[in-house]
C-alpha cells in the first residue's frame, strides 16, 4: 500500500462522490423550497436513468440519439419534479414534517414499482455522455469522465450558491423558509417557490443520475439507496450549505473508493477470502452518527404554517372478547383453507406482528424508526445460530433472538435520544443499510446470500413445525399447527400492545409523542419513556423474526432489506399506524401476505403491483386518511355515534352532516386543528387523547 495508489482510488471515487454530491444538493433544495427531506431524491435519478437507456436503446421501438435522449430524460425529470409536487408536497403543505418525509417515502415505493413493471429488475448499463478518454496519473490510466462529472456538480453548486445568495427568487426562497406566514403577508407565494426548487432538485438529481449512471449499476436497489451516504453530506450541511452538501457529497464518494482499496489489501479482515462486507454502508452510518453530534441533532428551524395533525389513538374498549373471536376464527381458517392460502395467513399473521412494533413506537411515541426489519431480521439469525452452534432450540431460542434484538435497539436507541421525528428516521435508514450489508451478507455472523437456516420447532418431542403430522382438511403441507402457533403469538401481542395503550404507559407516550417540553414539565421522563418504547418495540420486531424464521425455514439477507423494510412501513401508515386493528390490516397487505397472494393466483398480479400499491396508497392515506385504513374505519363510526347524540337526521346532506360533525367534535375525531407555528413539527396538540395533562378515566 503506498499514498500513490491512495490518491489514485480516492481519484477514482470522483464519479460515485459526484452522484451522491448530486443528490445531496437535490436533498438541499427540496429542503429549502417544500420543507421535505426527499427519500424519493435517488429513486429521481434511477426512474431519469432509465427513461435515457430506454431512449438510446429503443426499448419501445423507437431510438433516439444522444442529444435527442437526453432532452427527453429533462422533460422527464422536470415532469416528475412537478408531480411529485403536486401530488405529494403540495396536499401536506401543512402536514408535519413526518408526514412529508413518509409521503416522499411513497414516492420512492412508487418509482421504484414503475420502474420494475416497465424494464424488470435486470441491472443495464448506461450509455456514456461523457468522454471516454484517459489520463495518467502515477502510471496509471484514470477516465477523463470522472472528473468531467466532478467539475460540473462543481459548477452547479456554485451556480446555485450564488442564485440563492443574490437573486430575487433565491431570497424570496430563503425568506419563506424563514417565516412562511411573514413571506404570504408580504406577497410572495410559498407554494410556487416550492414547486420550483422541487422541480429544480428533481432536474439536478436526475441529470446528474443520467451522467453517473456509466460509473455505477443502473438498478432498481442501488440509485434508490444512494440517497443514504446522500444524506449524510446533506446533514453535515445542516440541510442549507450547498457548497458543503458538494464538497462531503465528493469527499464520501472518494472515501468510499478508498476503503475499497484498503479492503482488497492482504490484511483486511475476510469472509470466506473475500473482503468483509458492508464496511462502507457501516462508514456512512459512523458519518450521519456524527453529524448529528457535531452539527446538532435537531434540522435547522424552518418558519413553516403546520397543522397539527397527528393521527388519533383512540384508546381499545375491549381486548378479550376480540381476542377470543379472532383466535377461533384464526384456528378454522387454517384448518380449511387450502396448503397455499394457509401459509400466506401464516405470513399475514407474522406481517401483524412487526406492524405492531411500528404501532408502540411510530403511533405511540412518534419515533419513526426504517430499523425495525433489521431488528427482526437480527433475531432470525440469532435463532438460526442459538440451534446450529449453540444446541439452543425452542422456546428458548426464539425468545433470546428478540432480547438480543431489544439490547440492538435500545442500543441504537441510546445513541438517538437526542434526535427524534425526521431525524431519526434518517439515522435508523442508514443503520438498516449498514446492518443488511455489514451484519446478513457477512457468512461469518450473518446468513450470507445464501441464507441460515431454522430448524423446525419441537417441544417435549412433538414437532410444531410445517411438518406437523396434522396437515389440515386438503393433507398438504405446511401443517397448521405452526400457523395456530403464530396466531397465538400473534394474539397475545396484539393484547399486550392494546393494554400498552391503555395503562398509564401508553398515556405517557403519547404525551411525549404530542409535545415532549409539556410532557417533562409534568414529570414524565421523556427519556425513559422512549427508552421503553424502542426495548418493547424491538423486542416485538425479534418476536417477529423468530417467527419468520420458523415459517420459512430460514432467514436471508434479500428478506429483511432496507428498501423492503420501507414497504413495511408503508404499509403500517395505510393500515393505521396508530391502532392495534390497524396493524392487523397491515399485515393482510404484506408481501407474501393474504391479500397479495390472493391477487397473484386468482388475477396474476405480481409482488411489484403490490409495491406499486403500496406507493400509491400511502400518498393517498398521507393527503386524505393520515389515519389509515383502521383510524378512517374508527373515525366513521364514532361520527354515526355523535350523529346519533347530536339528533342530526339521516336524510341531511352529506356535506352539512360533515360540516356540523367537525364544527361539534374533538380535534382527535376529525374536529377544526388549529394552525401553529413550528420549526420541527407541531408545538402542541390540544388533543385530549394525547394531552400530558389528562388521563382518561
Known amino acids: 500500500m503506498s499514498v500513490d495508489q491512495l490518491v489514485l482510488f480516492a481519484l477514482l471515487g470522483l464519479g460515485t462522490g459526484a452522484l451522491i454530491a448530486g443528490i445531496a444538493i437535490s436533498l438541499v433544495l427540496t429542503y429549502r423550497g417544500a420543507g421535505v427531506i426527499n427519500l424519493a431524491a435517488g429513486a429521481t435519478a434511477m426512474v431519469v436513468g432509465f427513461a435515457f437507456w430506454s431512449l438510446k436503446n429503443g426499448n419501445y421501438g423507437v431510438h433516439f440519439a444522444t442529444v435527442p435522449a437526453l432532452i427527453i430524460s429533462v422533460v422527464v425529470a422536470i415532469l416528475y419534479g412537478v408531480l411529485t409536487e403536486l401530488v405529494a408536497f403540495r396536499p401536506l403543505r401543512t402536514a408535519t414534517p413526518l408526514a412529508k418525509l413518509v409521503a416522499s417515502l411513497g414516492i420512492l415505493l412508487l418509482s421504484q414499482a414503475l420502474i420494475l413493471l416497465a424494464f424488470g429488475g435486470t441491472p443495464q448499463t448506461e450509455p456514456s455522455i461523457l468522454p471516454s478518454s484517459v489520463v495518467k496519473i502515477f502510471t496509471i490510466a484514470v477516465p477523463v469522465a ?3 462529472l466532478a467539475g460540473i456538480v462543481v459548477v452547479v453548486a456554485i451556480g446555485l450558491t450564488l442564485l440563492y445568495r443574490y437573486s430575487r427568487f433565491g431570497l424570496a426562497t430563503r425568506a419563506a423558509a424563514e417565516n412562511e406566514a411573514s413571506a404570504l403577508l408580504a406577497g410572495l407565494q410559498p407554494n410556487q417557490l416550492s414547486m420550483i426548487n422541487t422541480v429544480m432538485g428533481c432536474l439536478i438529481a436526475g441529470v446528474i443520475g443520467v451522467l453517473a449512471a456509466p460509473l455505477i ?63 462502507e454502508e457501516l462508514a456512512v452510518f459512523l458519518v450521519i452518527l456524527v453529524a448529528m453530534f457535531w452539527r446538532g441533532a435537531k434540522l435547522p428551524g424552518r418558519g413553516d404554517i403546520v397543522e397539527i395533525r397527528l393521527p388519533a389513538a383512540p384508546k381499545p374498549v375491549r381486548v378479550l372478547r376480540p381476542a377470543l373471536i379472532a383466535l377461533v376464527i384464526g384456528t378454522i381458517c387454517l384448518i380449511l383453507f387450502p396448503f397455499d392460502f394457509r401459509q400466506a395467513l401464516t405470513t399475514s399473521a407474522i406481517g401483524a406482528v412487526l406492524s405492531l412494533s411500528l404501532v408502540v413506537l411510530t403511533g405511540f411515541v412518534g419515533q419513526i424508526s426504517v430499523m425495525q426489519l433489521a431488528l427482526s431480521g437480527v433475531a432470525g439469525l440469532l435463532v438460526s445460530h442459538l440451534a446450529g452452534d449453540a444446541g439452543i432450540a425452542f422456546p428458548f431460542g426464539p425468545i433470546l433472538g428478540a432480547l438480543g434484538a431489544t439490547l440492538l435497539g435500545l442500543a441504537t436507541a441510546v445513541g438517538a435520544l437526542r434526535v427524534r421525528g425526521v431525524t431519526l428516521a434518517v439515522v435508523t435508514l442508514a443503520a438498516a443499510v449498514a446492518i443488511e450489508q455489514f451484519v446478513f451478507v457477512n457468512t461469518t455472523w450473518g446468513s450470507g446470500l445464501a441464507g441460515a437456516p431454522v430448524a423446525q420447532p419441537t417441544f417435549l418431542g412433538i414437532n410444531l413445525g410445517n411438518a406437523s403430522s396434522f396437515k389440515g382438511l386438503d393433507g398438504k403441507l405446511p401443517s397448521p399447527i405452526l400457523g395456530i402457533g403464530i396466531l397465538i ?42 427508552l421503553i418504547a424502542f426495548g418493547v418495540s424491538s423486542f416485538i420486531a425479534g418476536i417477529a423474526g423468530g417467527l419468520y424464521g420458523y415459517n420459512f ?35 393482510f397487505l404484506a408481501t407474501q401476505g393474504l391479500s397479495q397472494y390472493a391477487f ?18 400511502l400518498v393517498f392515506n398521507l393527503v386524505f386518511y393520515p389515519e389509515g385504513i383502521a383510524g378512517a374505519s374508527y373515525a366513521k363510526k364514532m361520527a354515526k355515534r355523535r350523529m346519533a347524540e347530536l339528533g342530526i337526521q339521516s336524510n341531511y346532506p352529506a356535506d352539512r352532516v360533515k360540516r356540523v360533525l367537525l364544527s361539534r367534535m374533538p380535534p382527535t375525531l376529525g374536529g377544526p386543528r388549529p394552525v401553529v407555528q413550528s420549526a420541527d413539527g407541531p408545538a402542541a396538540d390540544p388533543s385530549p387523547e394525547v394531552s400530558p395533562l389528562v388521563v382518561d378515566k
Open 146 to 148: 470522472h472528473f468531467v
Open 600 to 617: 397473484q393466483k386468482w388475477f396474476g398480479i405480481s409482488g411489484d403491483w403490490t409495491v406499486l400499491f403500496a406507493g400509491v396508497a
Open 489 to 530: 403469538v400473534t394474539i397475545l401481542l396484539c393484547m399486550l400492545v392494546s393494554n400498552i395503550r391503555r395503562a398509564t404507559l401508553g398515556q405517557r407516550m403519547l404525551a411525549v409523542r404530542s409535545n415532549e417540553r409539556a410532557a417533562a414539565a409534568v414529570g414524565i421522563s421523556v427519556r425513559n419513556t422512549k
Open 553 to 587: 425455514g430460514g432467514v436471508s439477507a434479500d428478506r429483511f432489506s432496507a428498501l423492503t423494510a420501507l414497504s413495511v412501513i408503508a404499509f403500517a401508515y395505510i393500515g393505521g399506524i396508530t391502532m392495534v386493528s390497524g396493524a392487523l390490516v397491515a399485515g
Open 217 to 279: 449499476s443502473l438498478d432498481t436497489d442501488t440509485l434508490p439507496l444512494i440517497v443514504v451516504p446522500a444524506l449524510a453530506a446533506a446533514l453535515l450541511a445542516r440541510f442549507t450549505s450547498i457548497p458543503i452538501a458538494c464538497l462531503v457529497g465528493l469527499a464520501i464518494g472518494m472515501g468510499e473508493n478508498v476503503l475499497y482499496y484498503l479492503s482488497v489489501q492482504s490484511w483486511f479482515p475476510t469472509d470466506n477470502g473475500v473482503a468483509l462486507p458492508g464496511v
